[in-house]
């Protein structure tokens, strides 16, 4: 293709065809066969970002942005080959505003890195999915984490955006004040559109103070149930939790094959109380008063940085320990990711659990559970077809549960490739205006294609 | 027309061509000029809205929504005619859910509508414009109000949304669930689109626990600059303020004038904390430990419900207190609505007071500070064309003022008829997009046409 030649010439060491740079994005951690792009992009510059997509433009070559490639449905894979637009040297942060709480950050830029160069600011990104993924990514894909009952998600933490669109032009959306009712909200049409309708180039994330005292716990129930119902009570009195964390028997399991985490395998929430040294002691008493009725055990308090860090660690590690349970490269791993109304957590838990006894599925359950968010880890033989066709069928009818209990299908990984089959069902007639907004910005459909609409009208 | 003829067959009492009814729609609390649509529709559910948009649709006339009318930029100004959509009788709570802190309601409810029947389930809707605007009117607008600060604006605030699309199609976004990854944030595209995309019937709003504690306050300062620095570092510091309101002293001076309110004519800040007991205590105590370092006088504290109320509603009544200043039928209220980084803050209010004195300019002011947010309530009259001038001039320098300062116009009043000078200089090379999106969702321009967009491409 000349326009790849091109770029080659114009982007110089930014560029490349190489087989082992195209294989290496051509992976992912999730269950999608690899996908080859055709040529990797290394921009380090908006301008950079702007030439490949003119040039592509013009040629009509697919372009399909990457972060870290921890995308769990496949957003990062070229599946129509062109050009892996790879962040990883956009990696810089711009500026960190402290008297204004937000930081302007590059899209290669991680939620560890970022938290990084916090550090000495007092500042913190409360944004914390499983893995150490790019905030590019994460605006994205709409992504959010622990901390997200009570920061919110990418949605609720980014104020401005730096894009480029499908014939090369750059915009700037949002502003670096705290509101705007200031024409199209395209900050949020933006966030969550899986770099199908602009590529974000540079991002105003906000920003928390560090509070003035933290304190994590664990602590144990008797069944799923009761740990639900707990944190739907929990939930529902108002209580400003940091993180309550869902950890089912299975995914204690993991944990303990993982990284010997020496827990009994029942169901467990992990915990986070954030505020003044007062309001966290008041916090954690009227939780502890909650979960008595629910007949709590074990209740372990973990107030020392390194404690609460290690806590943290092994639930960031939940996709590597849901590994654990049926270990070997044979197998790769399923992510559900619905999110219920709180009301009707509990019955969308338990009846997951019954339909993966039923059929025959192995999974850990593990969920973010004070927003109503929970993650089926299935792990299947992707050369078994019946395990295949089980597996589908499972996320399908939990799909499917999901809406009838006024939820959603994904809470936080995205639509991608996985998820396109369920857009109709949850969206109806809303989904030709997603499809009108596509045609408007990329009508030559040279955007991410392949990922988050449906193919069809 | 025939269409209008059609409508009145198919709508009976809920349509009219009545000189009184169109001229009650046709006025507006701000500046602009009556604006008389040549009929009113008052659907009662969403079909009859569906019914209006496809017969208004198949004969391209012009549908405009209005909620209670209070809109401050004229977005319910019928200014091309057509049919003035009145949801005056669509003021139903749908449902509401408080095991999942949420309420549906239809779009003419008024915030102290759904809060009053809110009051025995211990939930309440915290966002409150100064009038008693309908919930449908400030979606649209994305209004906030004096709780931003702490718990939002419309734009965080609102879970799902049905509307009636250009060719009277009726749908859904969002769910019931807390967050969502899935497609395009259709909601937000909705919301502060001012019923130019598509015209809101129902809305999904988050509520909040009423908090155990409440305590409100007002103190005053020597200078504005005093109070506005004590804001900027009480944010700063992270304290969890549950309104902060900046009333400079011809605001005072509107409130003593309409209310007797016998206030010193200084600069006051206008308090409001929220938490447990000790947490009130905690949080007044740190604000009036920050406070003194900036001189604080008159601390008056305001614990008893009746005291809040008397309060927050003198606080309401700005608009109409700003009148007191320079009494008469004559004049009018320009509000300006500029809002920028907080560390800008001090900045542009005493730049904004500067211009106000060497212009000649007759306003109050009085802010959102803790969002950065404030309001110059300009009184003119309109039969002046030197008047007019100063004011338009006044306003366009503190617009320019926000924008070089990495703020908004407008941070809750929307574009509508009197900010659409500002778009091309707020939002640059995006604004194509916006009107890409207009084009996409509404071909013929038969939604609130005349609003937010400027004319041209």
Same mark, same amino acid.
């Given at each position: 293709?000349?326009?790849?030649?091109?770029?080659?010439?114009?982007?110089?060491?930014?560029?490349?065809?190489?087989?082992? +740079?195209?294989?290496?994005?051509?992976?992912?951690?999730?269950?999608?066969?690899?996908?080859?792009?055709?040529?990797?992009?290394?921009?380090?510059? $908006?301008?950079?970002?702007?030439?490949?997509?003119?040039?592509?433009?013009?040629?009509?070559?697919?372009?399909?942005?990457?972060?870290?490639?921890?995308?769990?449905?496949?957003?990062?894979?070229?599946?129509?080959?062109?050009?892996?637009?790879?962040?990883?040297?956009?990696?810089?942060?711009? +500026?960190?505003?402290?008297?204004?709480?937000?930081?302007?950050?590059?899209?290669?830029?991680?939620r560890t890195?970022?938290n990084d160069?916090?550090r000495?600011?007092?500042?913190f990104f409360p944004i914390d999915p499983g893995a150490d993924?790019?905030?590019?990514?994460?605006?994205?894909?709409?992504?959010s984490g622990t901390m997200a009952v009570r920061y919110?998600?990418?949605? %609720?933490?980014?104020?401005?955006? %730096?894009?480029?669109?499908?014939?090369? $032009?750059?915009?700037? $959306?949002?502003?670096?004040?705290?509101?705007?009712?200031?024409?199209?909200?395209?900050?949020?049409?933006?966030?969550?559109?899986?770099?199908?309708?602009?590529?974000?180039?540079?991002?105003?994330?906000?920003?928390q103070?560090q509070p003035e005292a933290t304190a994590a716990a664990t602590c144990r129930f &008797?069944?799923v149930?009761?740990a639900?119902?707990c944190v739907?009570?929990t939930?529902?009195?108002?209580l400003p939790m940091a993180r309550i964390e869902l950890v089912d028997e299975m995914m204690v399991h993991g944990f303990n094959e993982m990284a010997e985490a020496g827990l009994p395998e029942k169901p467990h929430l992990f915990l986070e109380f954030q505020g003044?040294p007062?309001?966290v002691t008041?916090q954690a008493?009227?939780f502890r008063?909650?979960a #008595?009725?629910?007949?709590v055990q074990d209740w372990k308090e973990a107030t020392a940085t390194e404690d609460r860090t290690a806590l943290w660690k092994l639930r960031h590690g939940a996709h590597y320990a849901t590994?654990a349970i049926?270990?070997?490269?044979?197998?790769?791993?399923?992510?559900?990711?619905?999110?219920?109304?709180?009301? !009707?957590?509990?019955?969308?838990?338990?009846?997951?659990?019954?339909?993966?006894?039923?059929?025959?599925?192995?999974?850990t359950i593990v969920g973010h559970v004070g927003d109503?968010n929970f993650h089926?880890g299935?792990?299947?033989?992707?050369? &078994?077809?019946?395990?295949?066709? $089980?597996?589908?069928?499972?996320?399908?009818?939990?799909? #499917?549960?999901?809406?009838?209990?006024?939820?959603?299908?994904?809470?936080?990984?995205?639509?991608?490739?996985?998820?396109? !089959?369920?857009?109709?069902?949850?969206?109806?007639?809303?989904?030709?205006?997603?499809?009108?907004?596509?045609?408007?910005?990329?009508?030559?459909?040279?955007?991410?294609?392949?990922?988050?609409?449906?193919?069809?009208?």
């Amino acid at each position: 293709m000349d326009a790849l030649k091109d770029l080659a010439e114009a982007l110089g060491p930014r560029f490349t065809t190489s087989e082992s +740079a195209r294989a290496q994005n051509a992976r992912n951690e999730a269950h999608f066969p690899d996908a080859m792009p055709d040529a990797v992009v290394w921009p380090e510059t $908006t301008e950079d970002v702007a030439l490949t997509v003119r040039t592509c433009a013009a040629a009509g070559i697919p372009i399909t942005p990457l972060g870290v490639g921890s995308s769990l449905e496949g957003q990062h894979l070229a599946v129509k080959g062109g050009v892996s637009l790879d962040f990883s040297r956009m990696n810089k942060v711009r +500026a960190v505003n402290a008297e204004d709480l937000n930081a302007v950050v590059q899209p290669g830029v991680t939620r560890t890195q970022l938290n990084d160069e916090l550090r000495a600011t007092g500042l913190f990104f409360p944004i914390d999915p499983g893995a150490d993924a790019s905030l590019g990514g994460m605006a994205a894909t709409r992504a959010s984490g622990t901390m997200a009952v009570r920061y919110g998600t990418m949605r %609720e933490n980014i104020l401005a955006l %730096e894009a480029v669109m499908a014939d090369g $032009t750059v915009i700037r $959306t949002g502003t670096q004040a705290r509101k705007s009712s200031s024409g199209y909200d395209l900050t949020h049409l933006l966030i969550g559109s899986e770099g199908t309708l602009g590529i974000i180039t540079e991002l105003t994330v906000k920003l928390q103070g560090q509070p003035e005292a933290t304190a994590a716990a664990t602590c144990r129930f &008797d069944s799923v149930e009761d740990a639900v119902n707990c944190v739907i009570l929990t939930i529902q009195c108002g209580l400003p939790m940091a993180r309550i964390e869902l950890v089912d028997e299975m995914m204690v399991h993991g944990f303990n094959e993982m990284a010997e985490a020496g827990l009994p395998e029942k169901p467990h929430l992990f915990l986070e109380f954030q505020g003044t040294p007062t309001g966290v002691t008041e916090q954690a008493a009227m939780f502890r008063e909650i979960a #008595e009725d629910f007949g709590v055990q074990d209740w372990k308090e973990a107030t020392a940085t390194e404690d609460r860090t290690a806590l943290w660690k092994l639930r960031h590690g939940a996709h590597y320990a849901t590994a654990a349970i049926r270990p070997g490269p044979q197998f790769r791993t399923l992510a559900t990711d619905v999110c219920v109304p709180i009301s !009707k957590l509990a019955e969308a838990v338990t009846t997951a659990q019954d339909m993966a006894r039923k059929m025959g599925v192995i999974c850990t359950i593990v969920g973010h559970v004070g927003d109503g968010n929970f993650h089926c880890g299935v792990r299947f033989d992707p050369d &078994d077809p019946n395990e295949v066709q $089980t597996t589908q069928d499972f996320a399908g009818k939990l799909a #499917e549960l999901a809406l009838t209990l006024g939820g959603t299908v994904t809470g936080e990984h995205g639509i991608g490739l996985g998820k396109q !089959k369920y857009m109709s069902a949850e969206h109806g007639p809303a989904l030709a205006y997603m499809r009108a907004v596509k045609a408007a910005f990329d009508p030559q459909g040279i955007l991410n294609p392949g990922k988050l609409l449906p193919p069809g009208n």
